[in-house]
């Protein structure tokens, strides 16, 4: 049985080409009760592989975390299969709002502890007691009432480039830096105010939820499918849209533009730009916002130092990356030193 990937992400790319066809990118998560993670992540690869679906899917005991590419044609047998297996019949489907062929160019289905890294202890909790869900409409309704506290449960490189009118962005690097920041900087309102949050396509806000009404919230809601269903939303029944600029993707695209306002600053020269990159040099890997123009002059890398290893010939930068675990600075997100125009 093949259950890893056989080809290369440039020999994938070759053959999406090649076949010109349309490609969606989806992404869905479901919390429940897995027995045995391991013996699901093998049947999902051997079923979505004959499918030719690409992606990045968590599993774990707790459920399923997964964003992915798959064959338009293919969109049917993909939803009955994803109905066949109980506690996946009809979970909702995050659709991007802008697509691209090559959003993934390779089906990584892996076993993890967590579904999302939260660093909570889930026996401490009841996890199924969250937070009201609330449709694009309503969530417009919440976040102009003076009693309502809008949080973003996402990590500053994500807000950075794009985030709701008046919304509270925590500067953390992590999901799980934001729980306690978040809960010690609203102690003061766990009864008077409606702590209202939203995320990317939901999930951190549903564990989120559960976690603040444990702590004392009273009145918790949360924004049913994230950024992703709310502008679905929003177009659909032609309402007033109050995201401002892009919303940060998981997937090569790196952003959907939910707006035509540009809130973020190229981290090297500072003129208005909310485009995220990689830097070049792959010992490096940085991301971070980088503007046609300072990609032109950096040659797509983040400092002088890595322009210069990612100008050697590429033989003699593995050799330089030999022995040498990778960067942590992939992590940092946007912090690095060298980016004088930083956050």
């Given at each position: 049985?093949?259950?890893?990937?056989?080809?290369?992400?440039?020999?994938?790319?070759?053959?999406?080409?090649?076949?010109?066809?349309?490609?969606?990118?989806?992404?869905?998560?479901?919390?429940?009760?897995?027995?045995?993670?391991?013996?699901?992540?093998?049947?999902?690869?051997?079923?979505?592989?004959?499918?030719?679906?690409?992606?990045?899917?968590?599993?774990?005991?707790e459920?399923?975390?997964?964003?992915?590419?798959?064959?338009?044609?293919?969109?049917?047998?993909?939803?009955?299969?994803?109905?066949s297996?109980?506690?996946?019949?009809?979970?909702?489907?995050?659709?991007?709002?802008?697509?691209?062929?090559?959003?993934?160019?390779?089906?990584?289905?892996?076993?993890?502890?967590?579904?999302?890294?939260?660093?909570?202890?889930?026996?401490?909790?009841?996890?199924?007691?969250?937070?009201?869900?609330?449709?694009?409409?309503?969530?417009?309704?919440?976040?102009?009432?003076?009693?309502?506290?809008?949080?973003?449960?996402?990590?500053h490189?994500?807000s950075?480039?794009?985030?709701?009118?008046?919304?509270?962005?925590?500067?953390?690097?992590?999901f799980?830096?934001?729980?306690?920041?978040?809960?010690?900087?609203?102690?003061?309102?766990?009864?008077?105010?409606?702590?209202?949050?939203?995320?990317?396509?939901?999930?951190?806000?549903?564990?989120?939820?559960a976690?603040?009404?444990?702590?004392?919230?009273?009145?918790?809601?949360?924004l049913?499918?994230?950024i992703?269903?709310?502008?679905?939303?929003?177009?659909?029944?032609?309402?007033?849209?109050?995201?401002?600029?892009?919303?940060?993707?998981?997937?090569?695209?790196?952003?959907?533009?939910?707006?035509?306002?540009?809130?973020?600053?190229?981290?090297?020269?500072?003129?208005?730009?909310?485009?995220?990159?990689?830097?070049?040099?792959?010992?490096?890997?940085?991301?971070?916002?980088?503007c046609?123009?300072?990609?032109?002059?950096?040659?797509?890398?983040?400092?002088?130092?890595?322009?210069?290893?990612?100008?050697?010939?590429?033989?003699?930068?593995?050799?330089?990356?030999?022995?040498?675990?990778?960067?942590?600075?992939?992590?940092?997100?946007?912090?690095?030193?060298?980016?004088?125009?930083?956050?």
């Amino acid at each position: 049985m093949q259950l890893y990937n056989t080809l290369s992400a440039k020999e994938r790319e070759a053959l999406i080409e090649e076949a010109g066809k349309e490609r969606l990118t989806i992404s869905f998560y479901q919390y429940a009760r897995i027995g045995n993670p391991q013996i699901l992540r093998n049947h999902l690869f051997l079923a979505w592989n004959d499918m030719e679906v690409l992606g990045r899917i968590y599993v774990a005991h707790e459920g399923i975390n997964a964003q992915l590419s798959v064959p338009a044609e293919n969109f049917n047998v993909f939803k009955e299969h994803l109905d066949s297996i109980v506690f996946l019949e009809n979970v909702r489907l995050n659709i991007a709002i802008e697509q691209d062929n090559k959003s993934f160019l390779k089906l990584k289905v892996k076993v993890r502890d967590k579904i999302v890294a939260d660093g909570l202890n889930d026996d401490t909790f009841d996890v199924t007691n969250k937070g009201i869900h609330v449709g694009a409409e309503q969530f417009n309704e919440l976040i102009e009432d003076e009693n309502t506290v809008l949080v973003d449960m996402r990590n500053h490189y994500e807000s950075e480039i794009g985030h709701f009118k008046n919304a509270i962005t925590p500067d953390v690097d992590t999901f799980r830096d934001s729980l306690d920041i978040i809960e010690q900087d609203l102690a003061e309102h766990k009864e008077d105010k409606k702590l209202v949050m939203y995320c990317t396509g939901g999930i951190r806000c549903e564990k989120a939820s559960a976690y603040y009404k444990h702590k004392g919230f009273k009145n918790v809601y949360q924004l049913e499918g994230g950024i992703i269903e709310y502008t679905r939303q929003v177009r659909e029944k032609q309402l007033e849209n109050k995201f401002l600029g892009k919303n940060f993707v998981f997937d090569h695209r790196r952003g959907e533009r939910i707006s035509e306002d540009v809130i973020a600053h190229c981290h090297q020269c500072g003129k208005p730009c909310d485009t995220h990159v990689n830097c070049a040099n792959e010992a490096c890997h940085l991301l971070f916002i980088q503007c046609e123009e300072c990609a032109e002059k950096m040659n797509n890398c983040c400092s002088v130092d890595c322009m210069e290893v990612h100008a050697l010939p590429y033989e003699e930068q593995k050799e330089l990356r030999k022995g040498k675990g990778a960067s942590n600075k992939i992590f940092k997100k946007g912090r690095s030193p060298v980016l004088k125009y930083k956050k």
